[in-house]
């Protein structure tokens, strides 16, 4: 049992998420969480990551659904879930749902919504989602039944589909384990999937409502929004005999592995709303020591000159090299808008080594079916990029996340890098959710790479925080410190869960060959240092500020890559620090206490190491 005090330190906040119901069905097991399953398991095997009943505002923001009446009966070798639901929206409307969930011996789960409402509701999406695990499951053979009928025999993408893989979807039926297949029917309205490896995600997202028609829209007053999603299995085993299943084991063995590369530099970003305070930071004698500082420029946020006069004066107190991101407003002549930033730069004494553009509007999705917004050609905005800065590197990408990127794809060959970011809590913000996105994160770097070969590339600032919403108006904000999804602040940004997803965000990408990796501000709410008032450790420092320090202390060192039995829960890696010699680096991603074994790396010291709840050890190995 965690107490306060433990969970303030893990997670920013002493409030803590609901322990979900383990249910089992035969050799069915799921999660029950906040009336939604997730982890549906067949004899050990996970075969949905989860079924859920998801209402979106008009910002694709999520309700958090107020729920009543929840009864859980377990039965003849199965299970029966039954609650009631509701969203309150805005100017008093209401929704109202009512789910049924049923599971019985055979492993048949049938998951049945339906929403209701008195006032009218307006959304952008309303209704059952399922999610497709992505771990040994991409690239792999699926059948999808569409709504009139036909059959097609195809795969799930290994690369990330920057658009819906399929359309129309009835049914989709895939293999969990050789000779157990596993068809999810859904009904009551026209599926379609996208691959949520896009925003992060570690799933492939079959949803309700073709993104094609118009949102948000409303739900007619009085009228049912009925739907049904019916998992079946079958088995065909001889004798069916139970899958290993290597969480069960004491120990989590770690062992070397092939790949090796050299540790990327590591950025900070900073604003000019934060540069003061960053400023006061790096001039203190013990200021950490980075290899980057990204400064972002934005005129649509109202930045200006005076700018430039605070980003000099950083610039003469850091050591490293330092970048310029512009979000280019494109209303009006791209030479007259660039050569302004230009002369302001110059005046103020800033001479960043390398300036990314970007246009403002690109930060903005583009979802499928919607028109795309009015800009500039992307050769357009480079060429007046050169010639506004004249013998600097030249970025280009999305200021925004690799979804962009991936759907607007920018001419890489006239550019000198590539850049994007990533955030965590796009689609759901509870604690395993946001450490799963840390899977899908090889699969964007690889499709990154096959769109961009060996071109140099960049990512970040990536934040569990979000510090721009690409698909609404507005980020959430978050005045109680829940955990939510697109909140522009978030808890666990505090606590030591955001230095252990930092330093397995970093081991997740070191493939990558990265040339820069920024993972946070240096002040302000994506910080390495708290807001004045907050409880922190020693001198004011966020957790985050250890990974931070640790991950630019390796940077330009040799890694090498190391194999976890159990990569879902412990990532390691090896650096060959040039000051401090070999390395190896644990990071326990969950909540649990971890044993992990080290005689595959000859460590003498001691044959295993104990992690505790989201710790990071780094331990000195023998020469």
């Not at 050769?379 to 996340?401: C, T």
Request: negative net charge; glycine residues 8%; hydrophobic residues 40%.
């Amino acid at each position: 049992m965690i107490d306060d005090k433990l969970a303030f330190a893990l997670f920013g906040t002493t409030r803590r998420e609901a322990e979900p119901r383990i249910l089992k069905a035969g050799k069915l097991s799921v999660q029950l969480a906040g009336g939604n399953l997730r982890m549906i398991s067949y004899d050990g095997v996970e075969v949905l990551r989860a079924v859920s009943y998801l209402v979106r505002d008009r910002d694709w923001g999520t309700y958090d659904p107020e729920i009543s009446g929840l009864a859980v009966e377990e039965r003849d070798g199965g299970f029966v879930v039954s609650y009631s639901a509701r969203c309150q929206g805005p100017d008093e409307t209401v929704l109202d749902i009512s789910a049924r969930i049923e599971a019985d011996a055979a492993g048949r789960l049938t998951f049945r919504g339906e929403a209701r409402s008195t006032t009218g509701f307006e959304t952008n999406r309303c209704g059952l989602c399922i999610l497709h695990p992505i771990v040994g499951v991409a690239g792999t053979a699926v059948q999808v039944e569409h709504v009139d009928g036909s059959i097609e025999d195809t795969t799930l993408p290994d690369l990330i589909d920057p658009w819906q893989p399929f359309k129309g979807m009835r049914a989709i039926t895939h293999t969990a384990l050789p000779g157990v297949s596993v068809e999810c029917r859904m009904e009551g309205d026209t599926f379609e999937m996208e691959d949520q490896r896009n925003w992060s995600d570690a799933s492939y997202k079959t949803y309700v409502r073709p993104l094609a028609l118009p949102w948000p829209y409303t739900i007619a007053a009085n009228e049912p929004v009925v739907q049904q999603v019916t998992l079946g299995i079958t088995d065909r085993r001889e004798g069916s005999a139970a899958s290993a299943d290597a969480k069960g084991e004491i120990f989590i063995r770690i062992e070397p592995g092939e790949c090796e590369g050299v540790v990327p530099a590591i950025g900070l970003i900073i604003t000019p709303e934060e540069a003061r305070a960053s400023l006061e930071v790096l001039s203190r004698p013990d200021a950490i020591k980075v290899q980057e500082l990204l400064f972002h420029f934005d005129p649509l946020a109202g930045h200006g000159p005076e700018a430039f006069v605070d980003f000099a004066a950083i610039a003469r107190v850091h050591q490293g090299t330092t970048s310029l991101e512009i979000a280019v407003p494109c209303q009006r002549s791209l030479d007259d808008e660039l050569q302004e930033i230009a002369s302001a730069m110059r005046a103020a004494g800033f001479a960043p080594d390398a300036v990314m553009v970007c246009p403002a509007i690109d930060r903005q999705s583009t979802p499928p079916g919607s028109k795309w917004p009015d800009c500039p050609p992307l050769e357009d905005v480079y060429a007046a990029a050169r010639k506004a800065f004249p013998g600097i590197r030249l970025g280009g990408g999305m200021l925004s996340y690799f979804t962009e990127l991936n759907r607007k794809r920018v001419p890489g060959d006239r550019l000198s890098f590539i850049s994007h970011c990533t955030n965590p809590i796009v689609h759901a913000a509870d604690d395993i959710s946001v450490m799963q996105t840390l899977e899908a994160l090889p699969f964007v770097t690889r499709s990154v790479r096959a769109i961009y070969g060996d071109k140099s590339y960049r990512i970040g600032p990536s934040t569990i925080p979000m510090r721009q919403n690409p698909y609404g108006s507005r980020t959430m904000d978050n005045p109680d410190g829940g955990r939510i999804p697109m909140a522009n602040r978030d808890p666990r940004h505090n606590g030591d869960f955001a230095e252990a997803f930092a330093m397995a965000y970093a081991a997740q990408v070191l493939d990558a060959g990265l040339e820069c990796l920024t993972l946070s501000a240096l002040t302000g709410p994506f910080g390495l240092f708290a807001d004045d008032g907050e409880p922190t450790p020693a001198g004011g420092r966020r957790p985050l500020f250890n990974a931070v320090e640790r991950l630019a202390g390796f940077a330009g060192s040799r890694w090498q890559a190391c194999r976890s039995s159990d990569p879902t829960s412990v990532l390691a890696f090896r650096v060959m620090a040039i000051e401090t010699g070999a390395q190896i680096v644990l990071i326990n991603t969950g909540r649990e206490r971890k044993v992990v074994d080290l005689r595959a790396l000859e460590f003498r010291d001691s044959a295993s190491v104990t992690l505790e709840p989201y710790g990071v050890i780094v331990l000195a190995l023998p020469a």
